[in-house]
């Protein structure tokens, strides 16, 4: 079936980077782009930003800009997001998210659970 | 940036009533691109329409999306004890992506 899976965990100290992983199957990976998402304890969701998995194209949120990081490794059809100058505000939920576009619109129809990042000195 | 208002930020129901969430954007969105998505606690989102009003695979028919230009609306016809949650509109447009801070739908 079609899922994403995600990387475990990470605590990291303020002004580290940390790395997350979404690895995708049964589906192809270069056929979506996929987008990620974060979630900070008790808040709504955050729009981060895209990868094409087939070309490597990325866009990022103004937020995120110079701090985020999104790249694949389309041989075992994963992407990755990696976040640097890490803040005590960047704790949340990460998600990856798959986008799927049709003749009329698209969306985020598949996503996976998510990697809780944890910022702490 | 598009900004979306949902309101109210939570709704008090109980099982077998309406609920009727609004998702207002600071300016004119592509219905193509109005997306609407539940949560429950430590869980991922959930897609539950797109284009506006088009349910995605699997979603109950009591689900059901509407609205255009700066209004849209989601609407369950009646509440199931599954259905309390928070739900978030999304839109896309002019190369980014925004979501509305959500609505929980509460047992009262």
């Known amino acids: 079936q079609v899922q994403l899976v995600q990387s475990g965990a990470e605590v990291k100290k303020p002004g580290a980077s940390v790395k997350v992983s979404c690895k995708a199957s049964?589906?192809?990976?270069?056929?979506?782009?996929m987008h990620w998402v974060r979630q900070a304890p008790g808040q709504g969701l955050e729009w981060m930003g895209w990868?094409?998995?087939?070309?490597?194209?990325?866009s990022s949120a103004q937020n995120f800009q110079g701090r985020l990081t999104m790249t694949r490794d389309t041989s075992i059809s994963t992407a990755y997001m990696e976040l640097s100058r890490l803040r005590s505000d960047d704790t949340a939920v990460y998600y990856c998210?798959?986008?799927?576009?049709?003749?009329?619109?698209?969306?985020?129809?598949?996503w996976g659970r998510g990697t809780t990042v944890t910022v702490s000195s | 940036e598009i900004v979306l208002t949902q309101s109210p930020g939570t709704l008090s129901l109980s099982p077998g009533e309406r609920a009727t969430l609004s998702c207002r954007a600071s300016?004119?969105?592509?219905?193509?691109?109005l997306a609407w998505y539940q949560q429950k606690p430590g869980q991922a989102p959930r897609l539950l329409i797109f284009?506006?009003?088009s349910r995605a695979t699997g979603i109950p028919d009591r689900f059901s999306g509407s609205g255009s230009g700066t209004d849209f609306t989601l609407t369950i016809s009646r509440l199931e004890p599954e259905d309390f949650a928070v739900y978030y509109c999304?839109?896309?447009?002019?190369?980014?992506?925004?979501f509305g801070q959500g609505t929980k739908v509460e047992i009262k």
């Open positions: 999304q839109q896309y447009g002019s190369s980014s992506w925004t």
């Open positions: 284009g506006a009003s």
């Open positions: 998210a798959r986008i799927t576009c049709d003749s009329a619109s698209c969306y985020m129809d598949v």
């Open positions: 300016q004119s969105v592509s219905s193509s691109y």
């Open positions: 049964g589906y192809s990976f270069t056929g979506y782009y």
């Open positions: 990868i094409n998995p087939n070309s490597g194209g990325t």
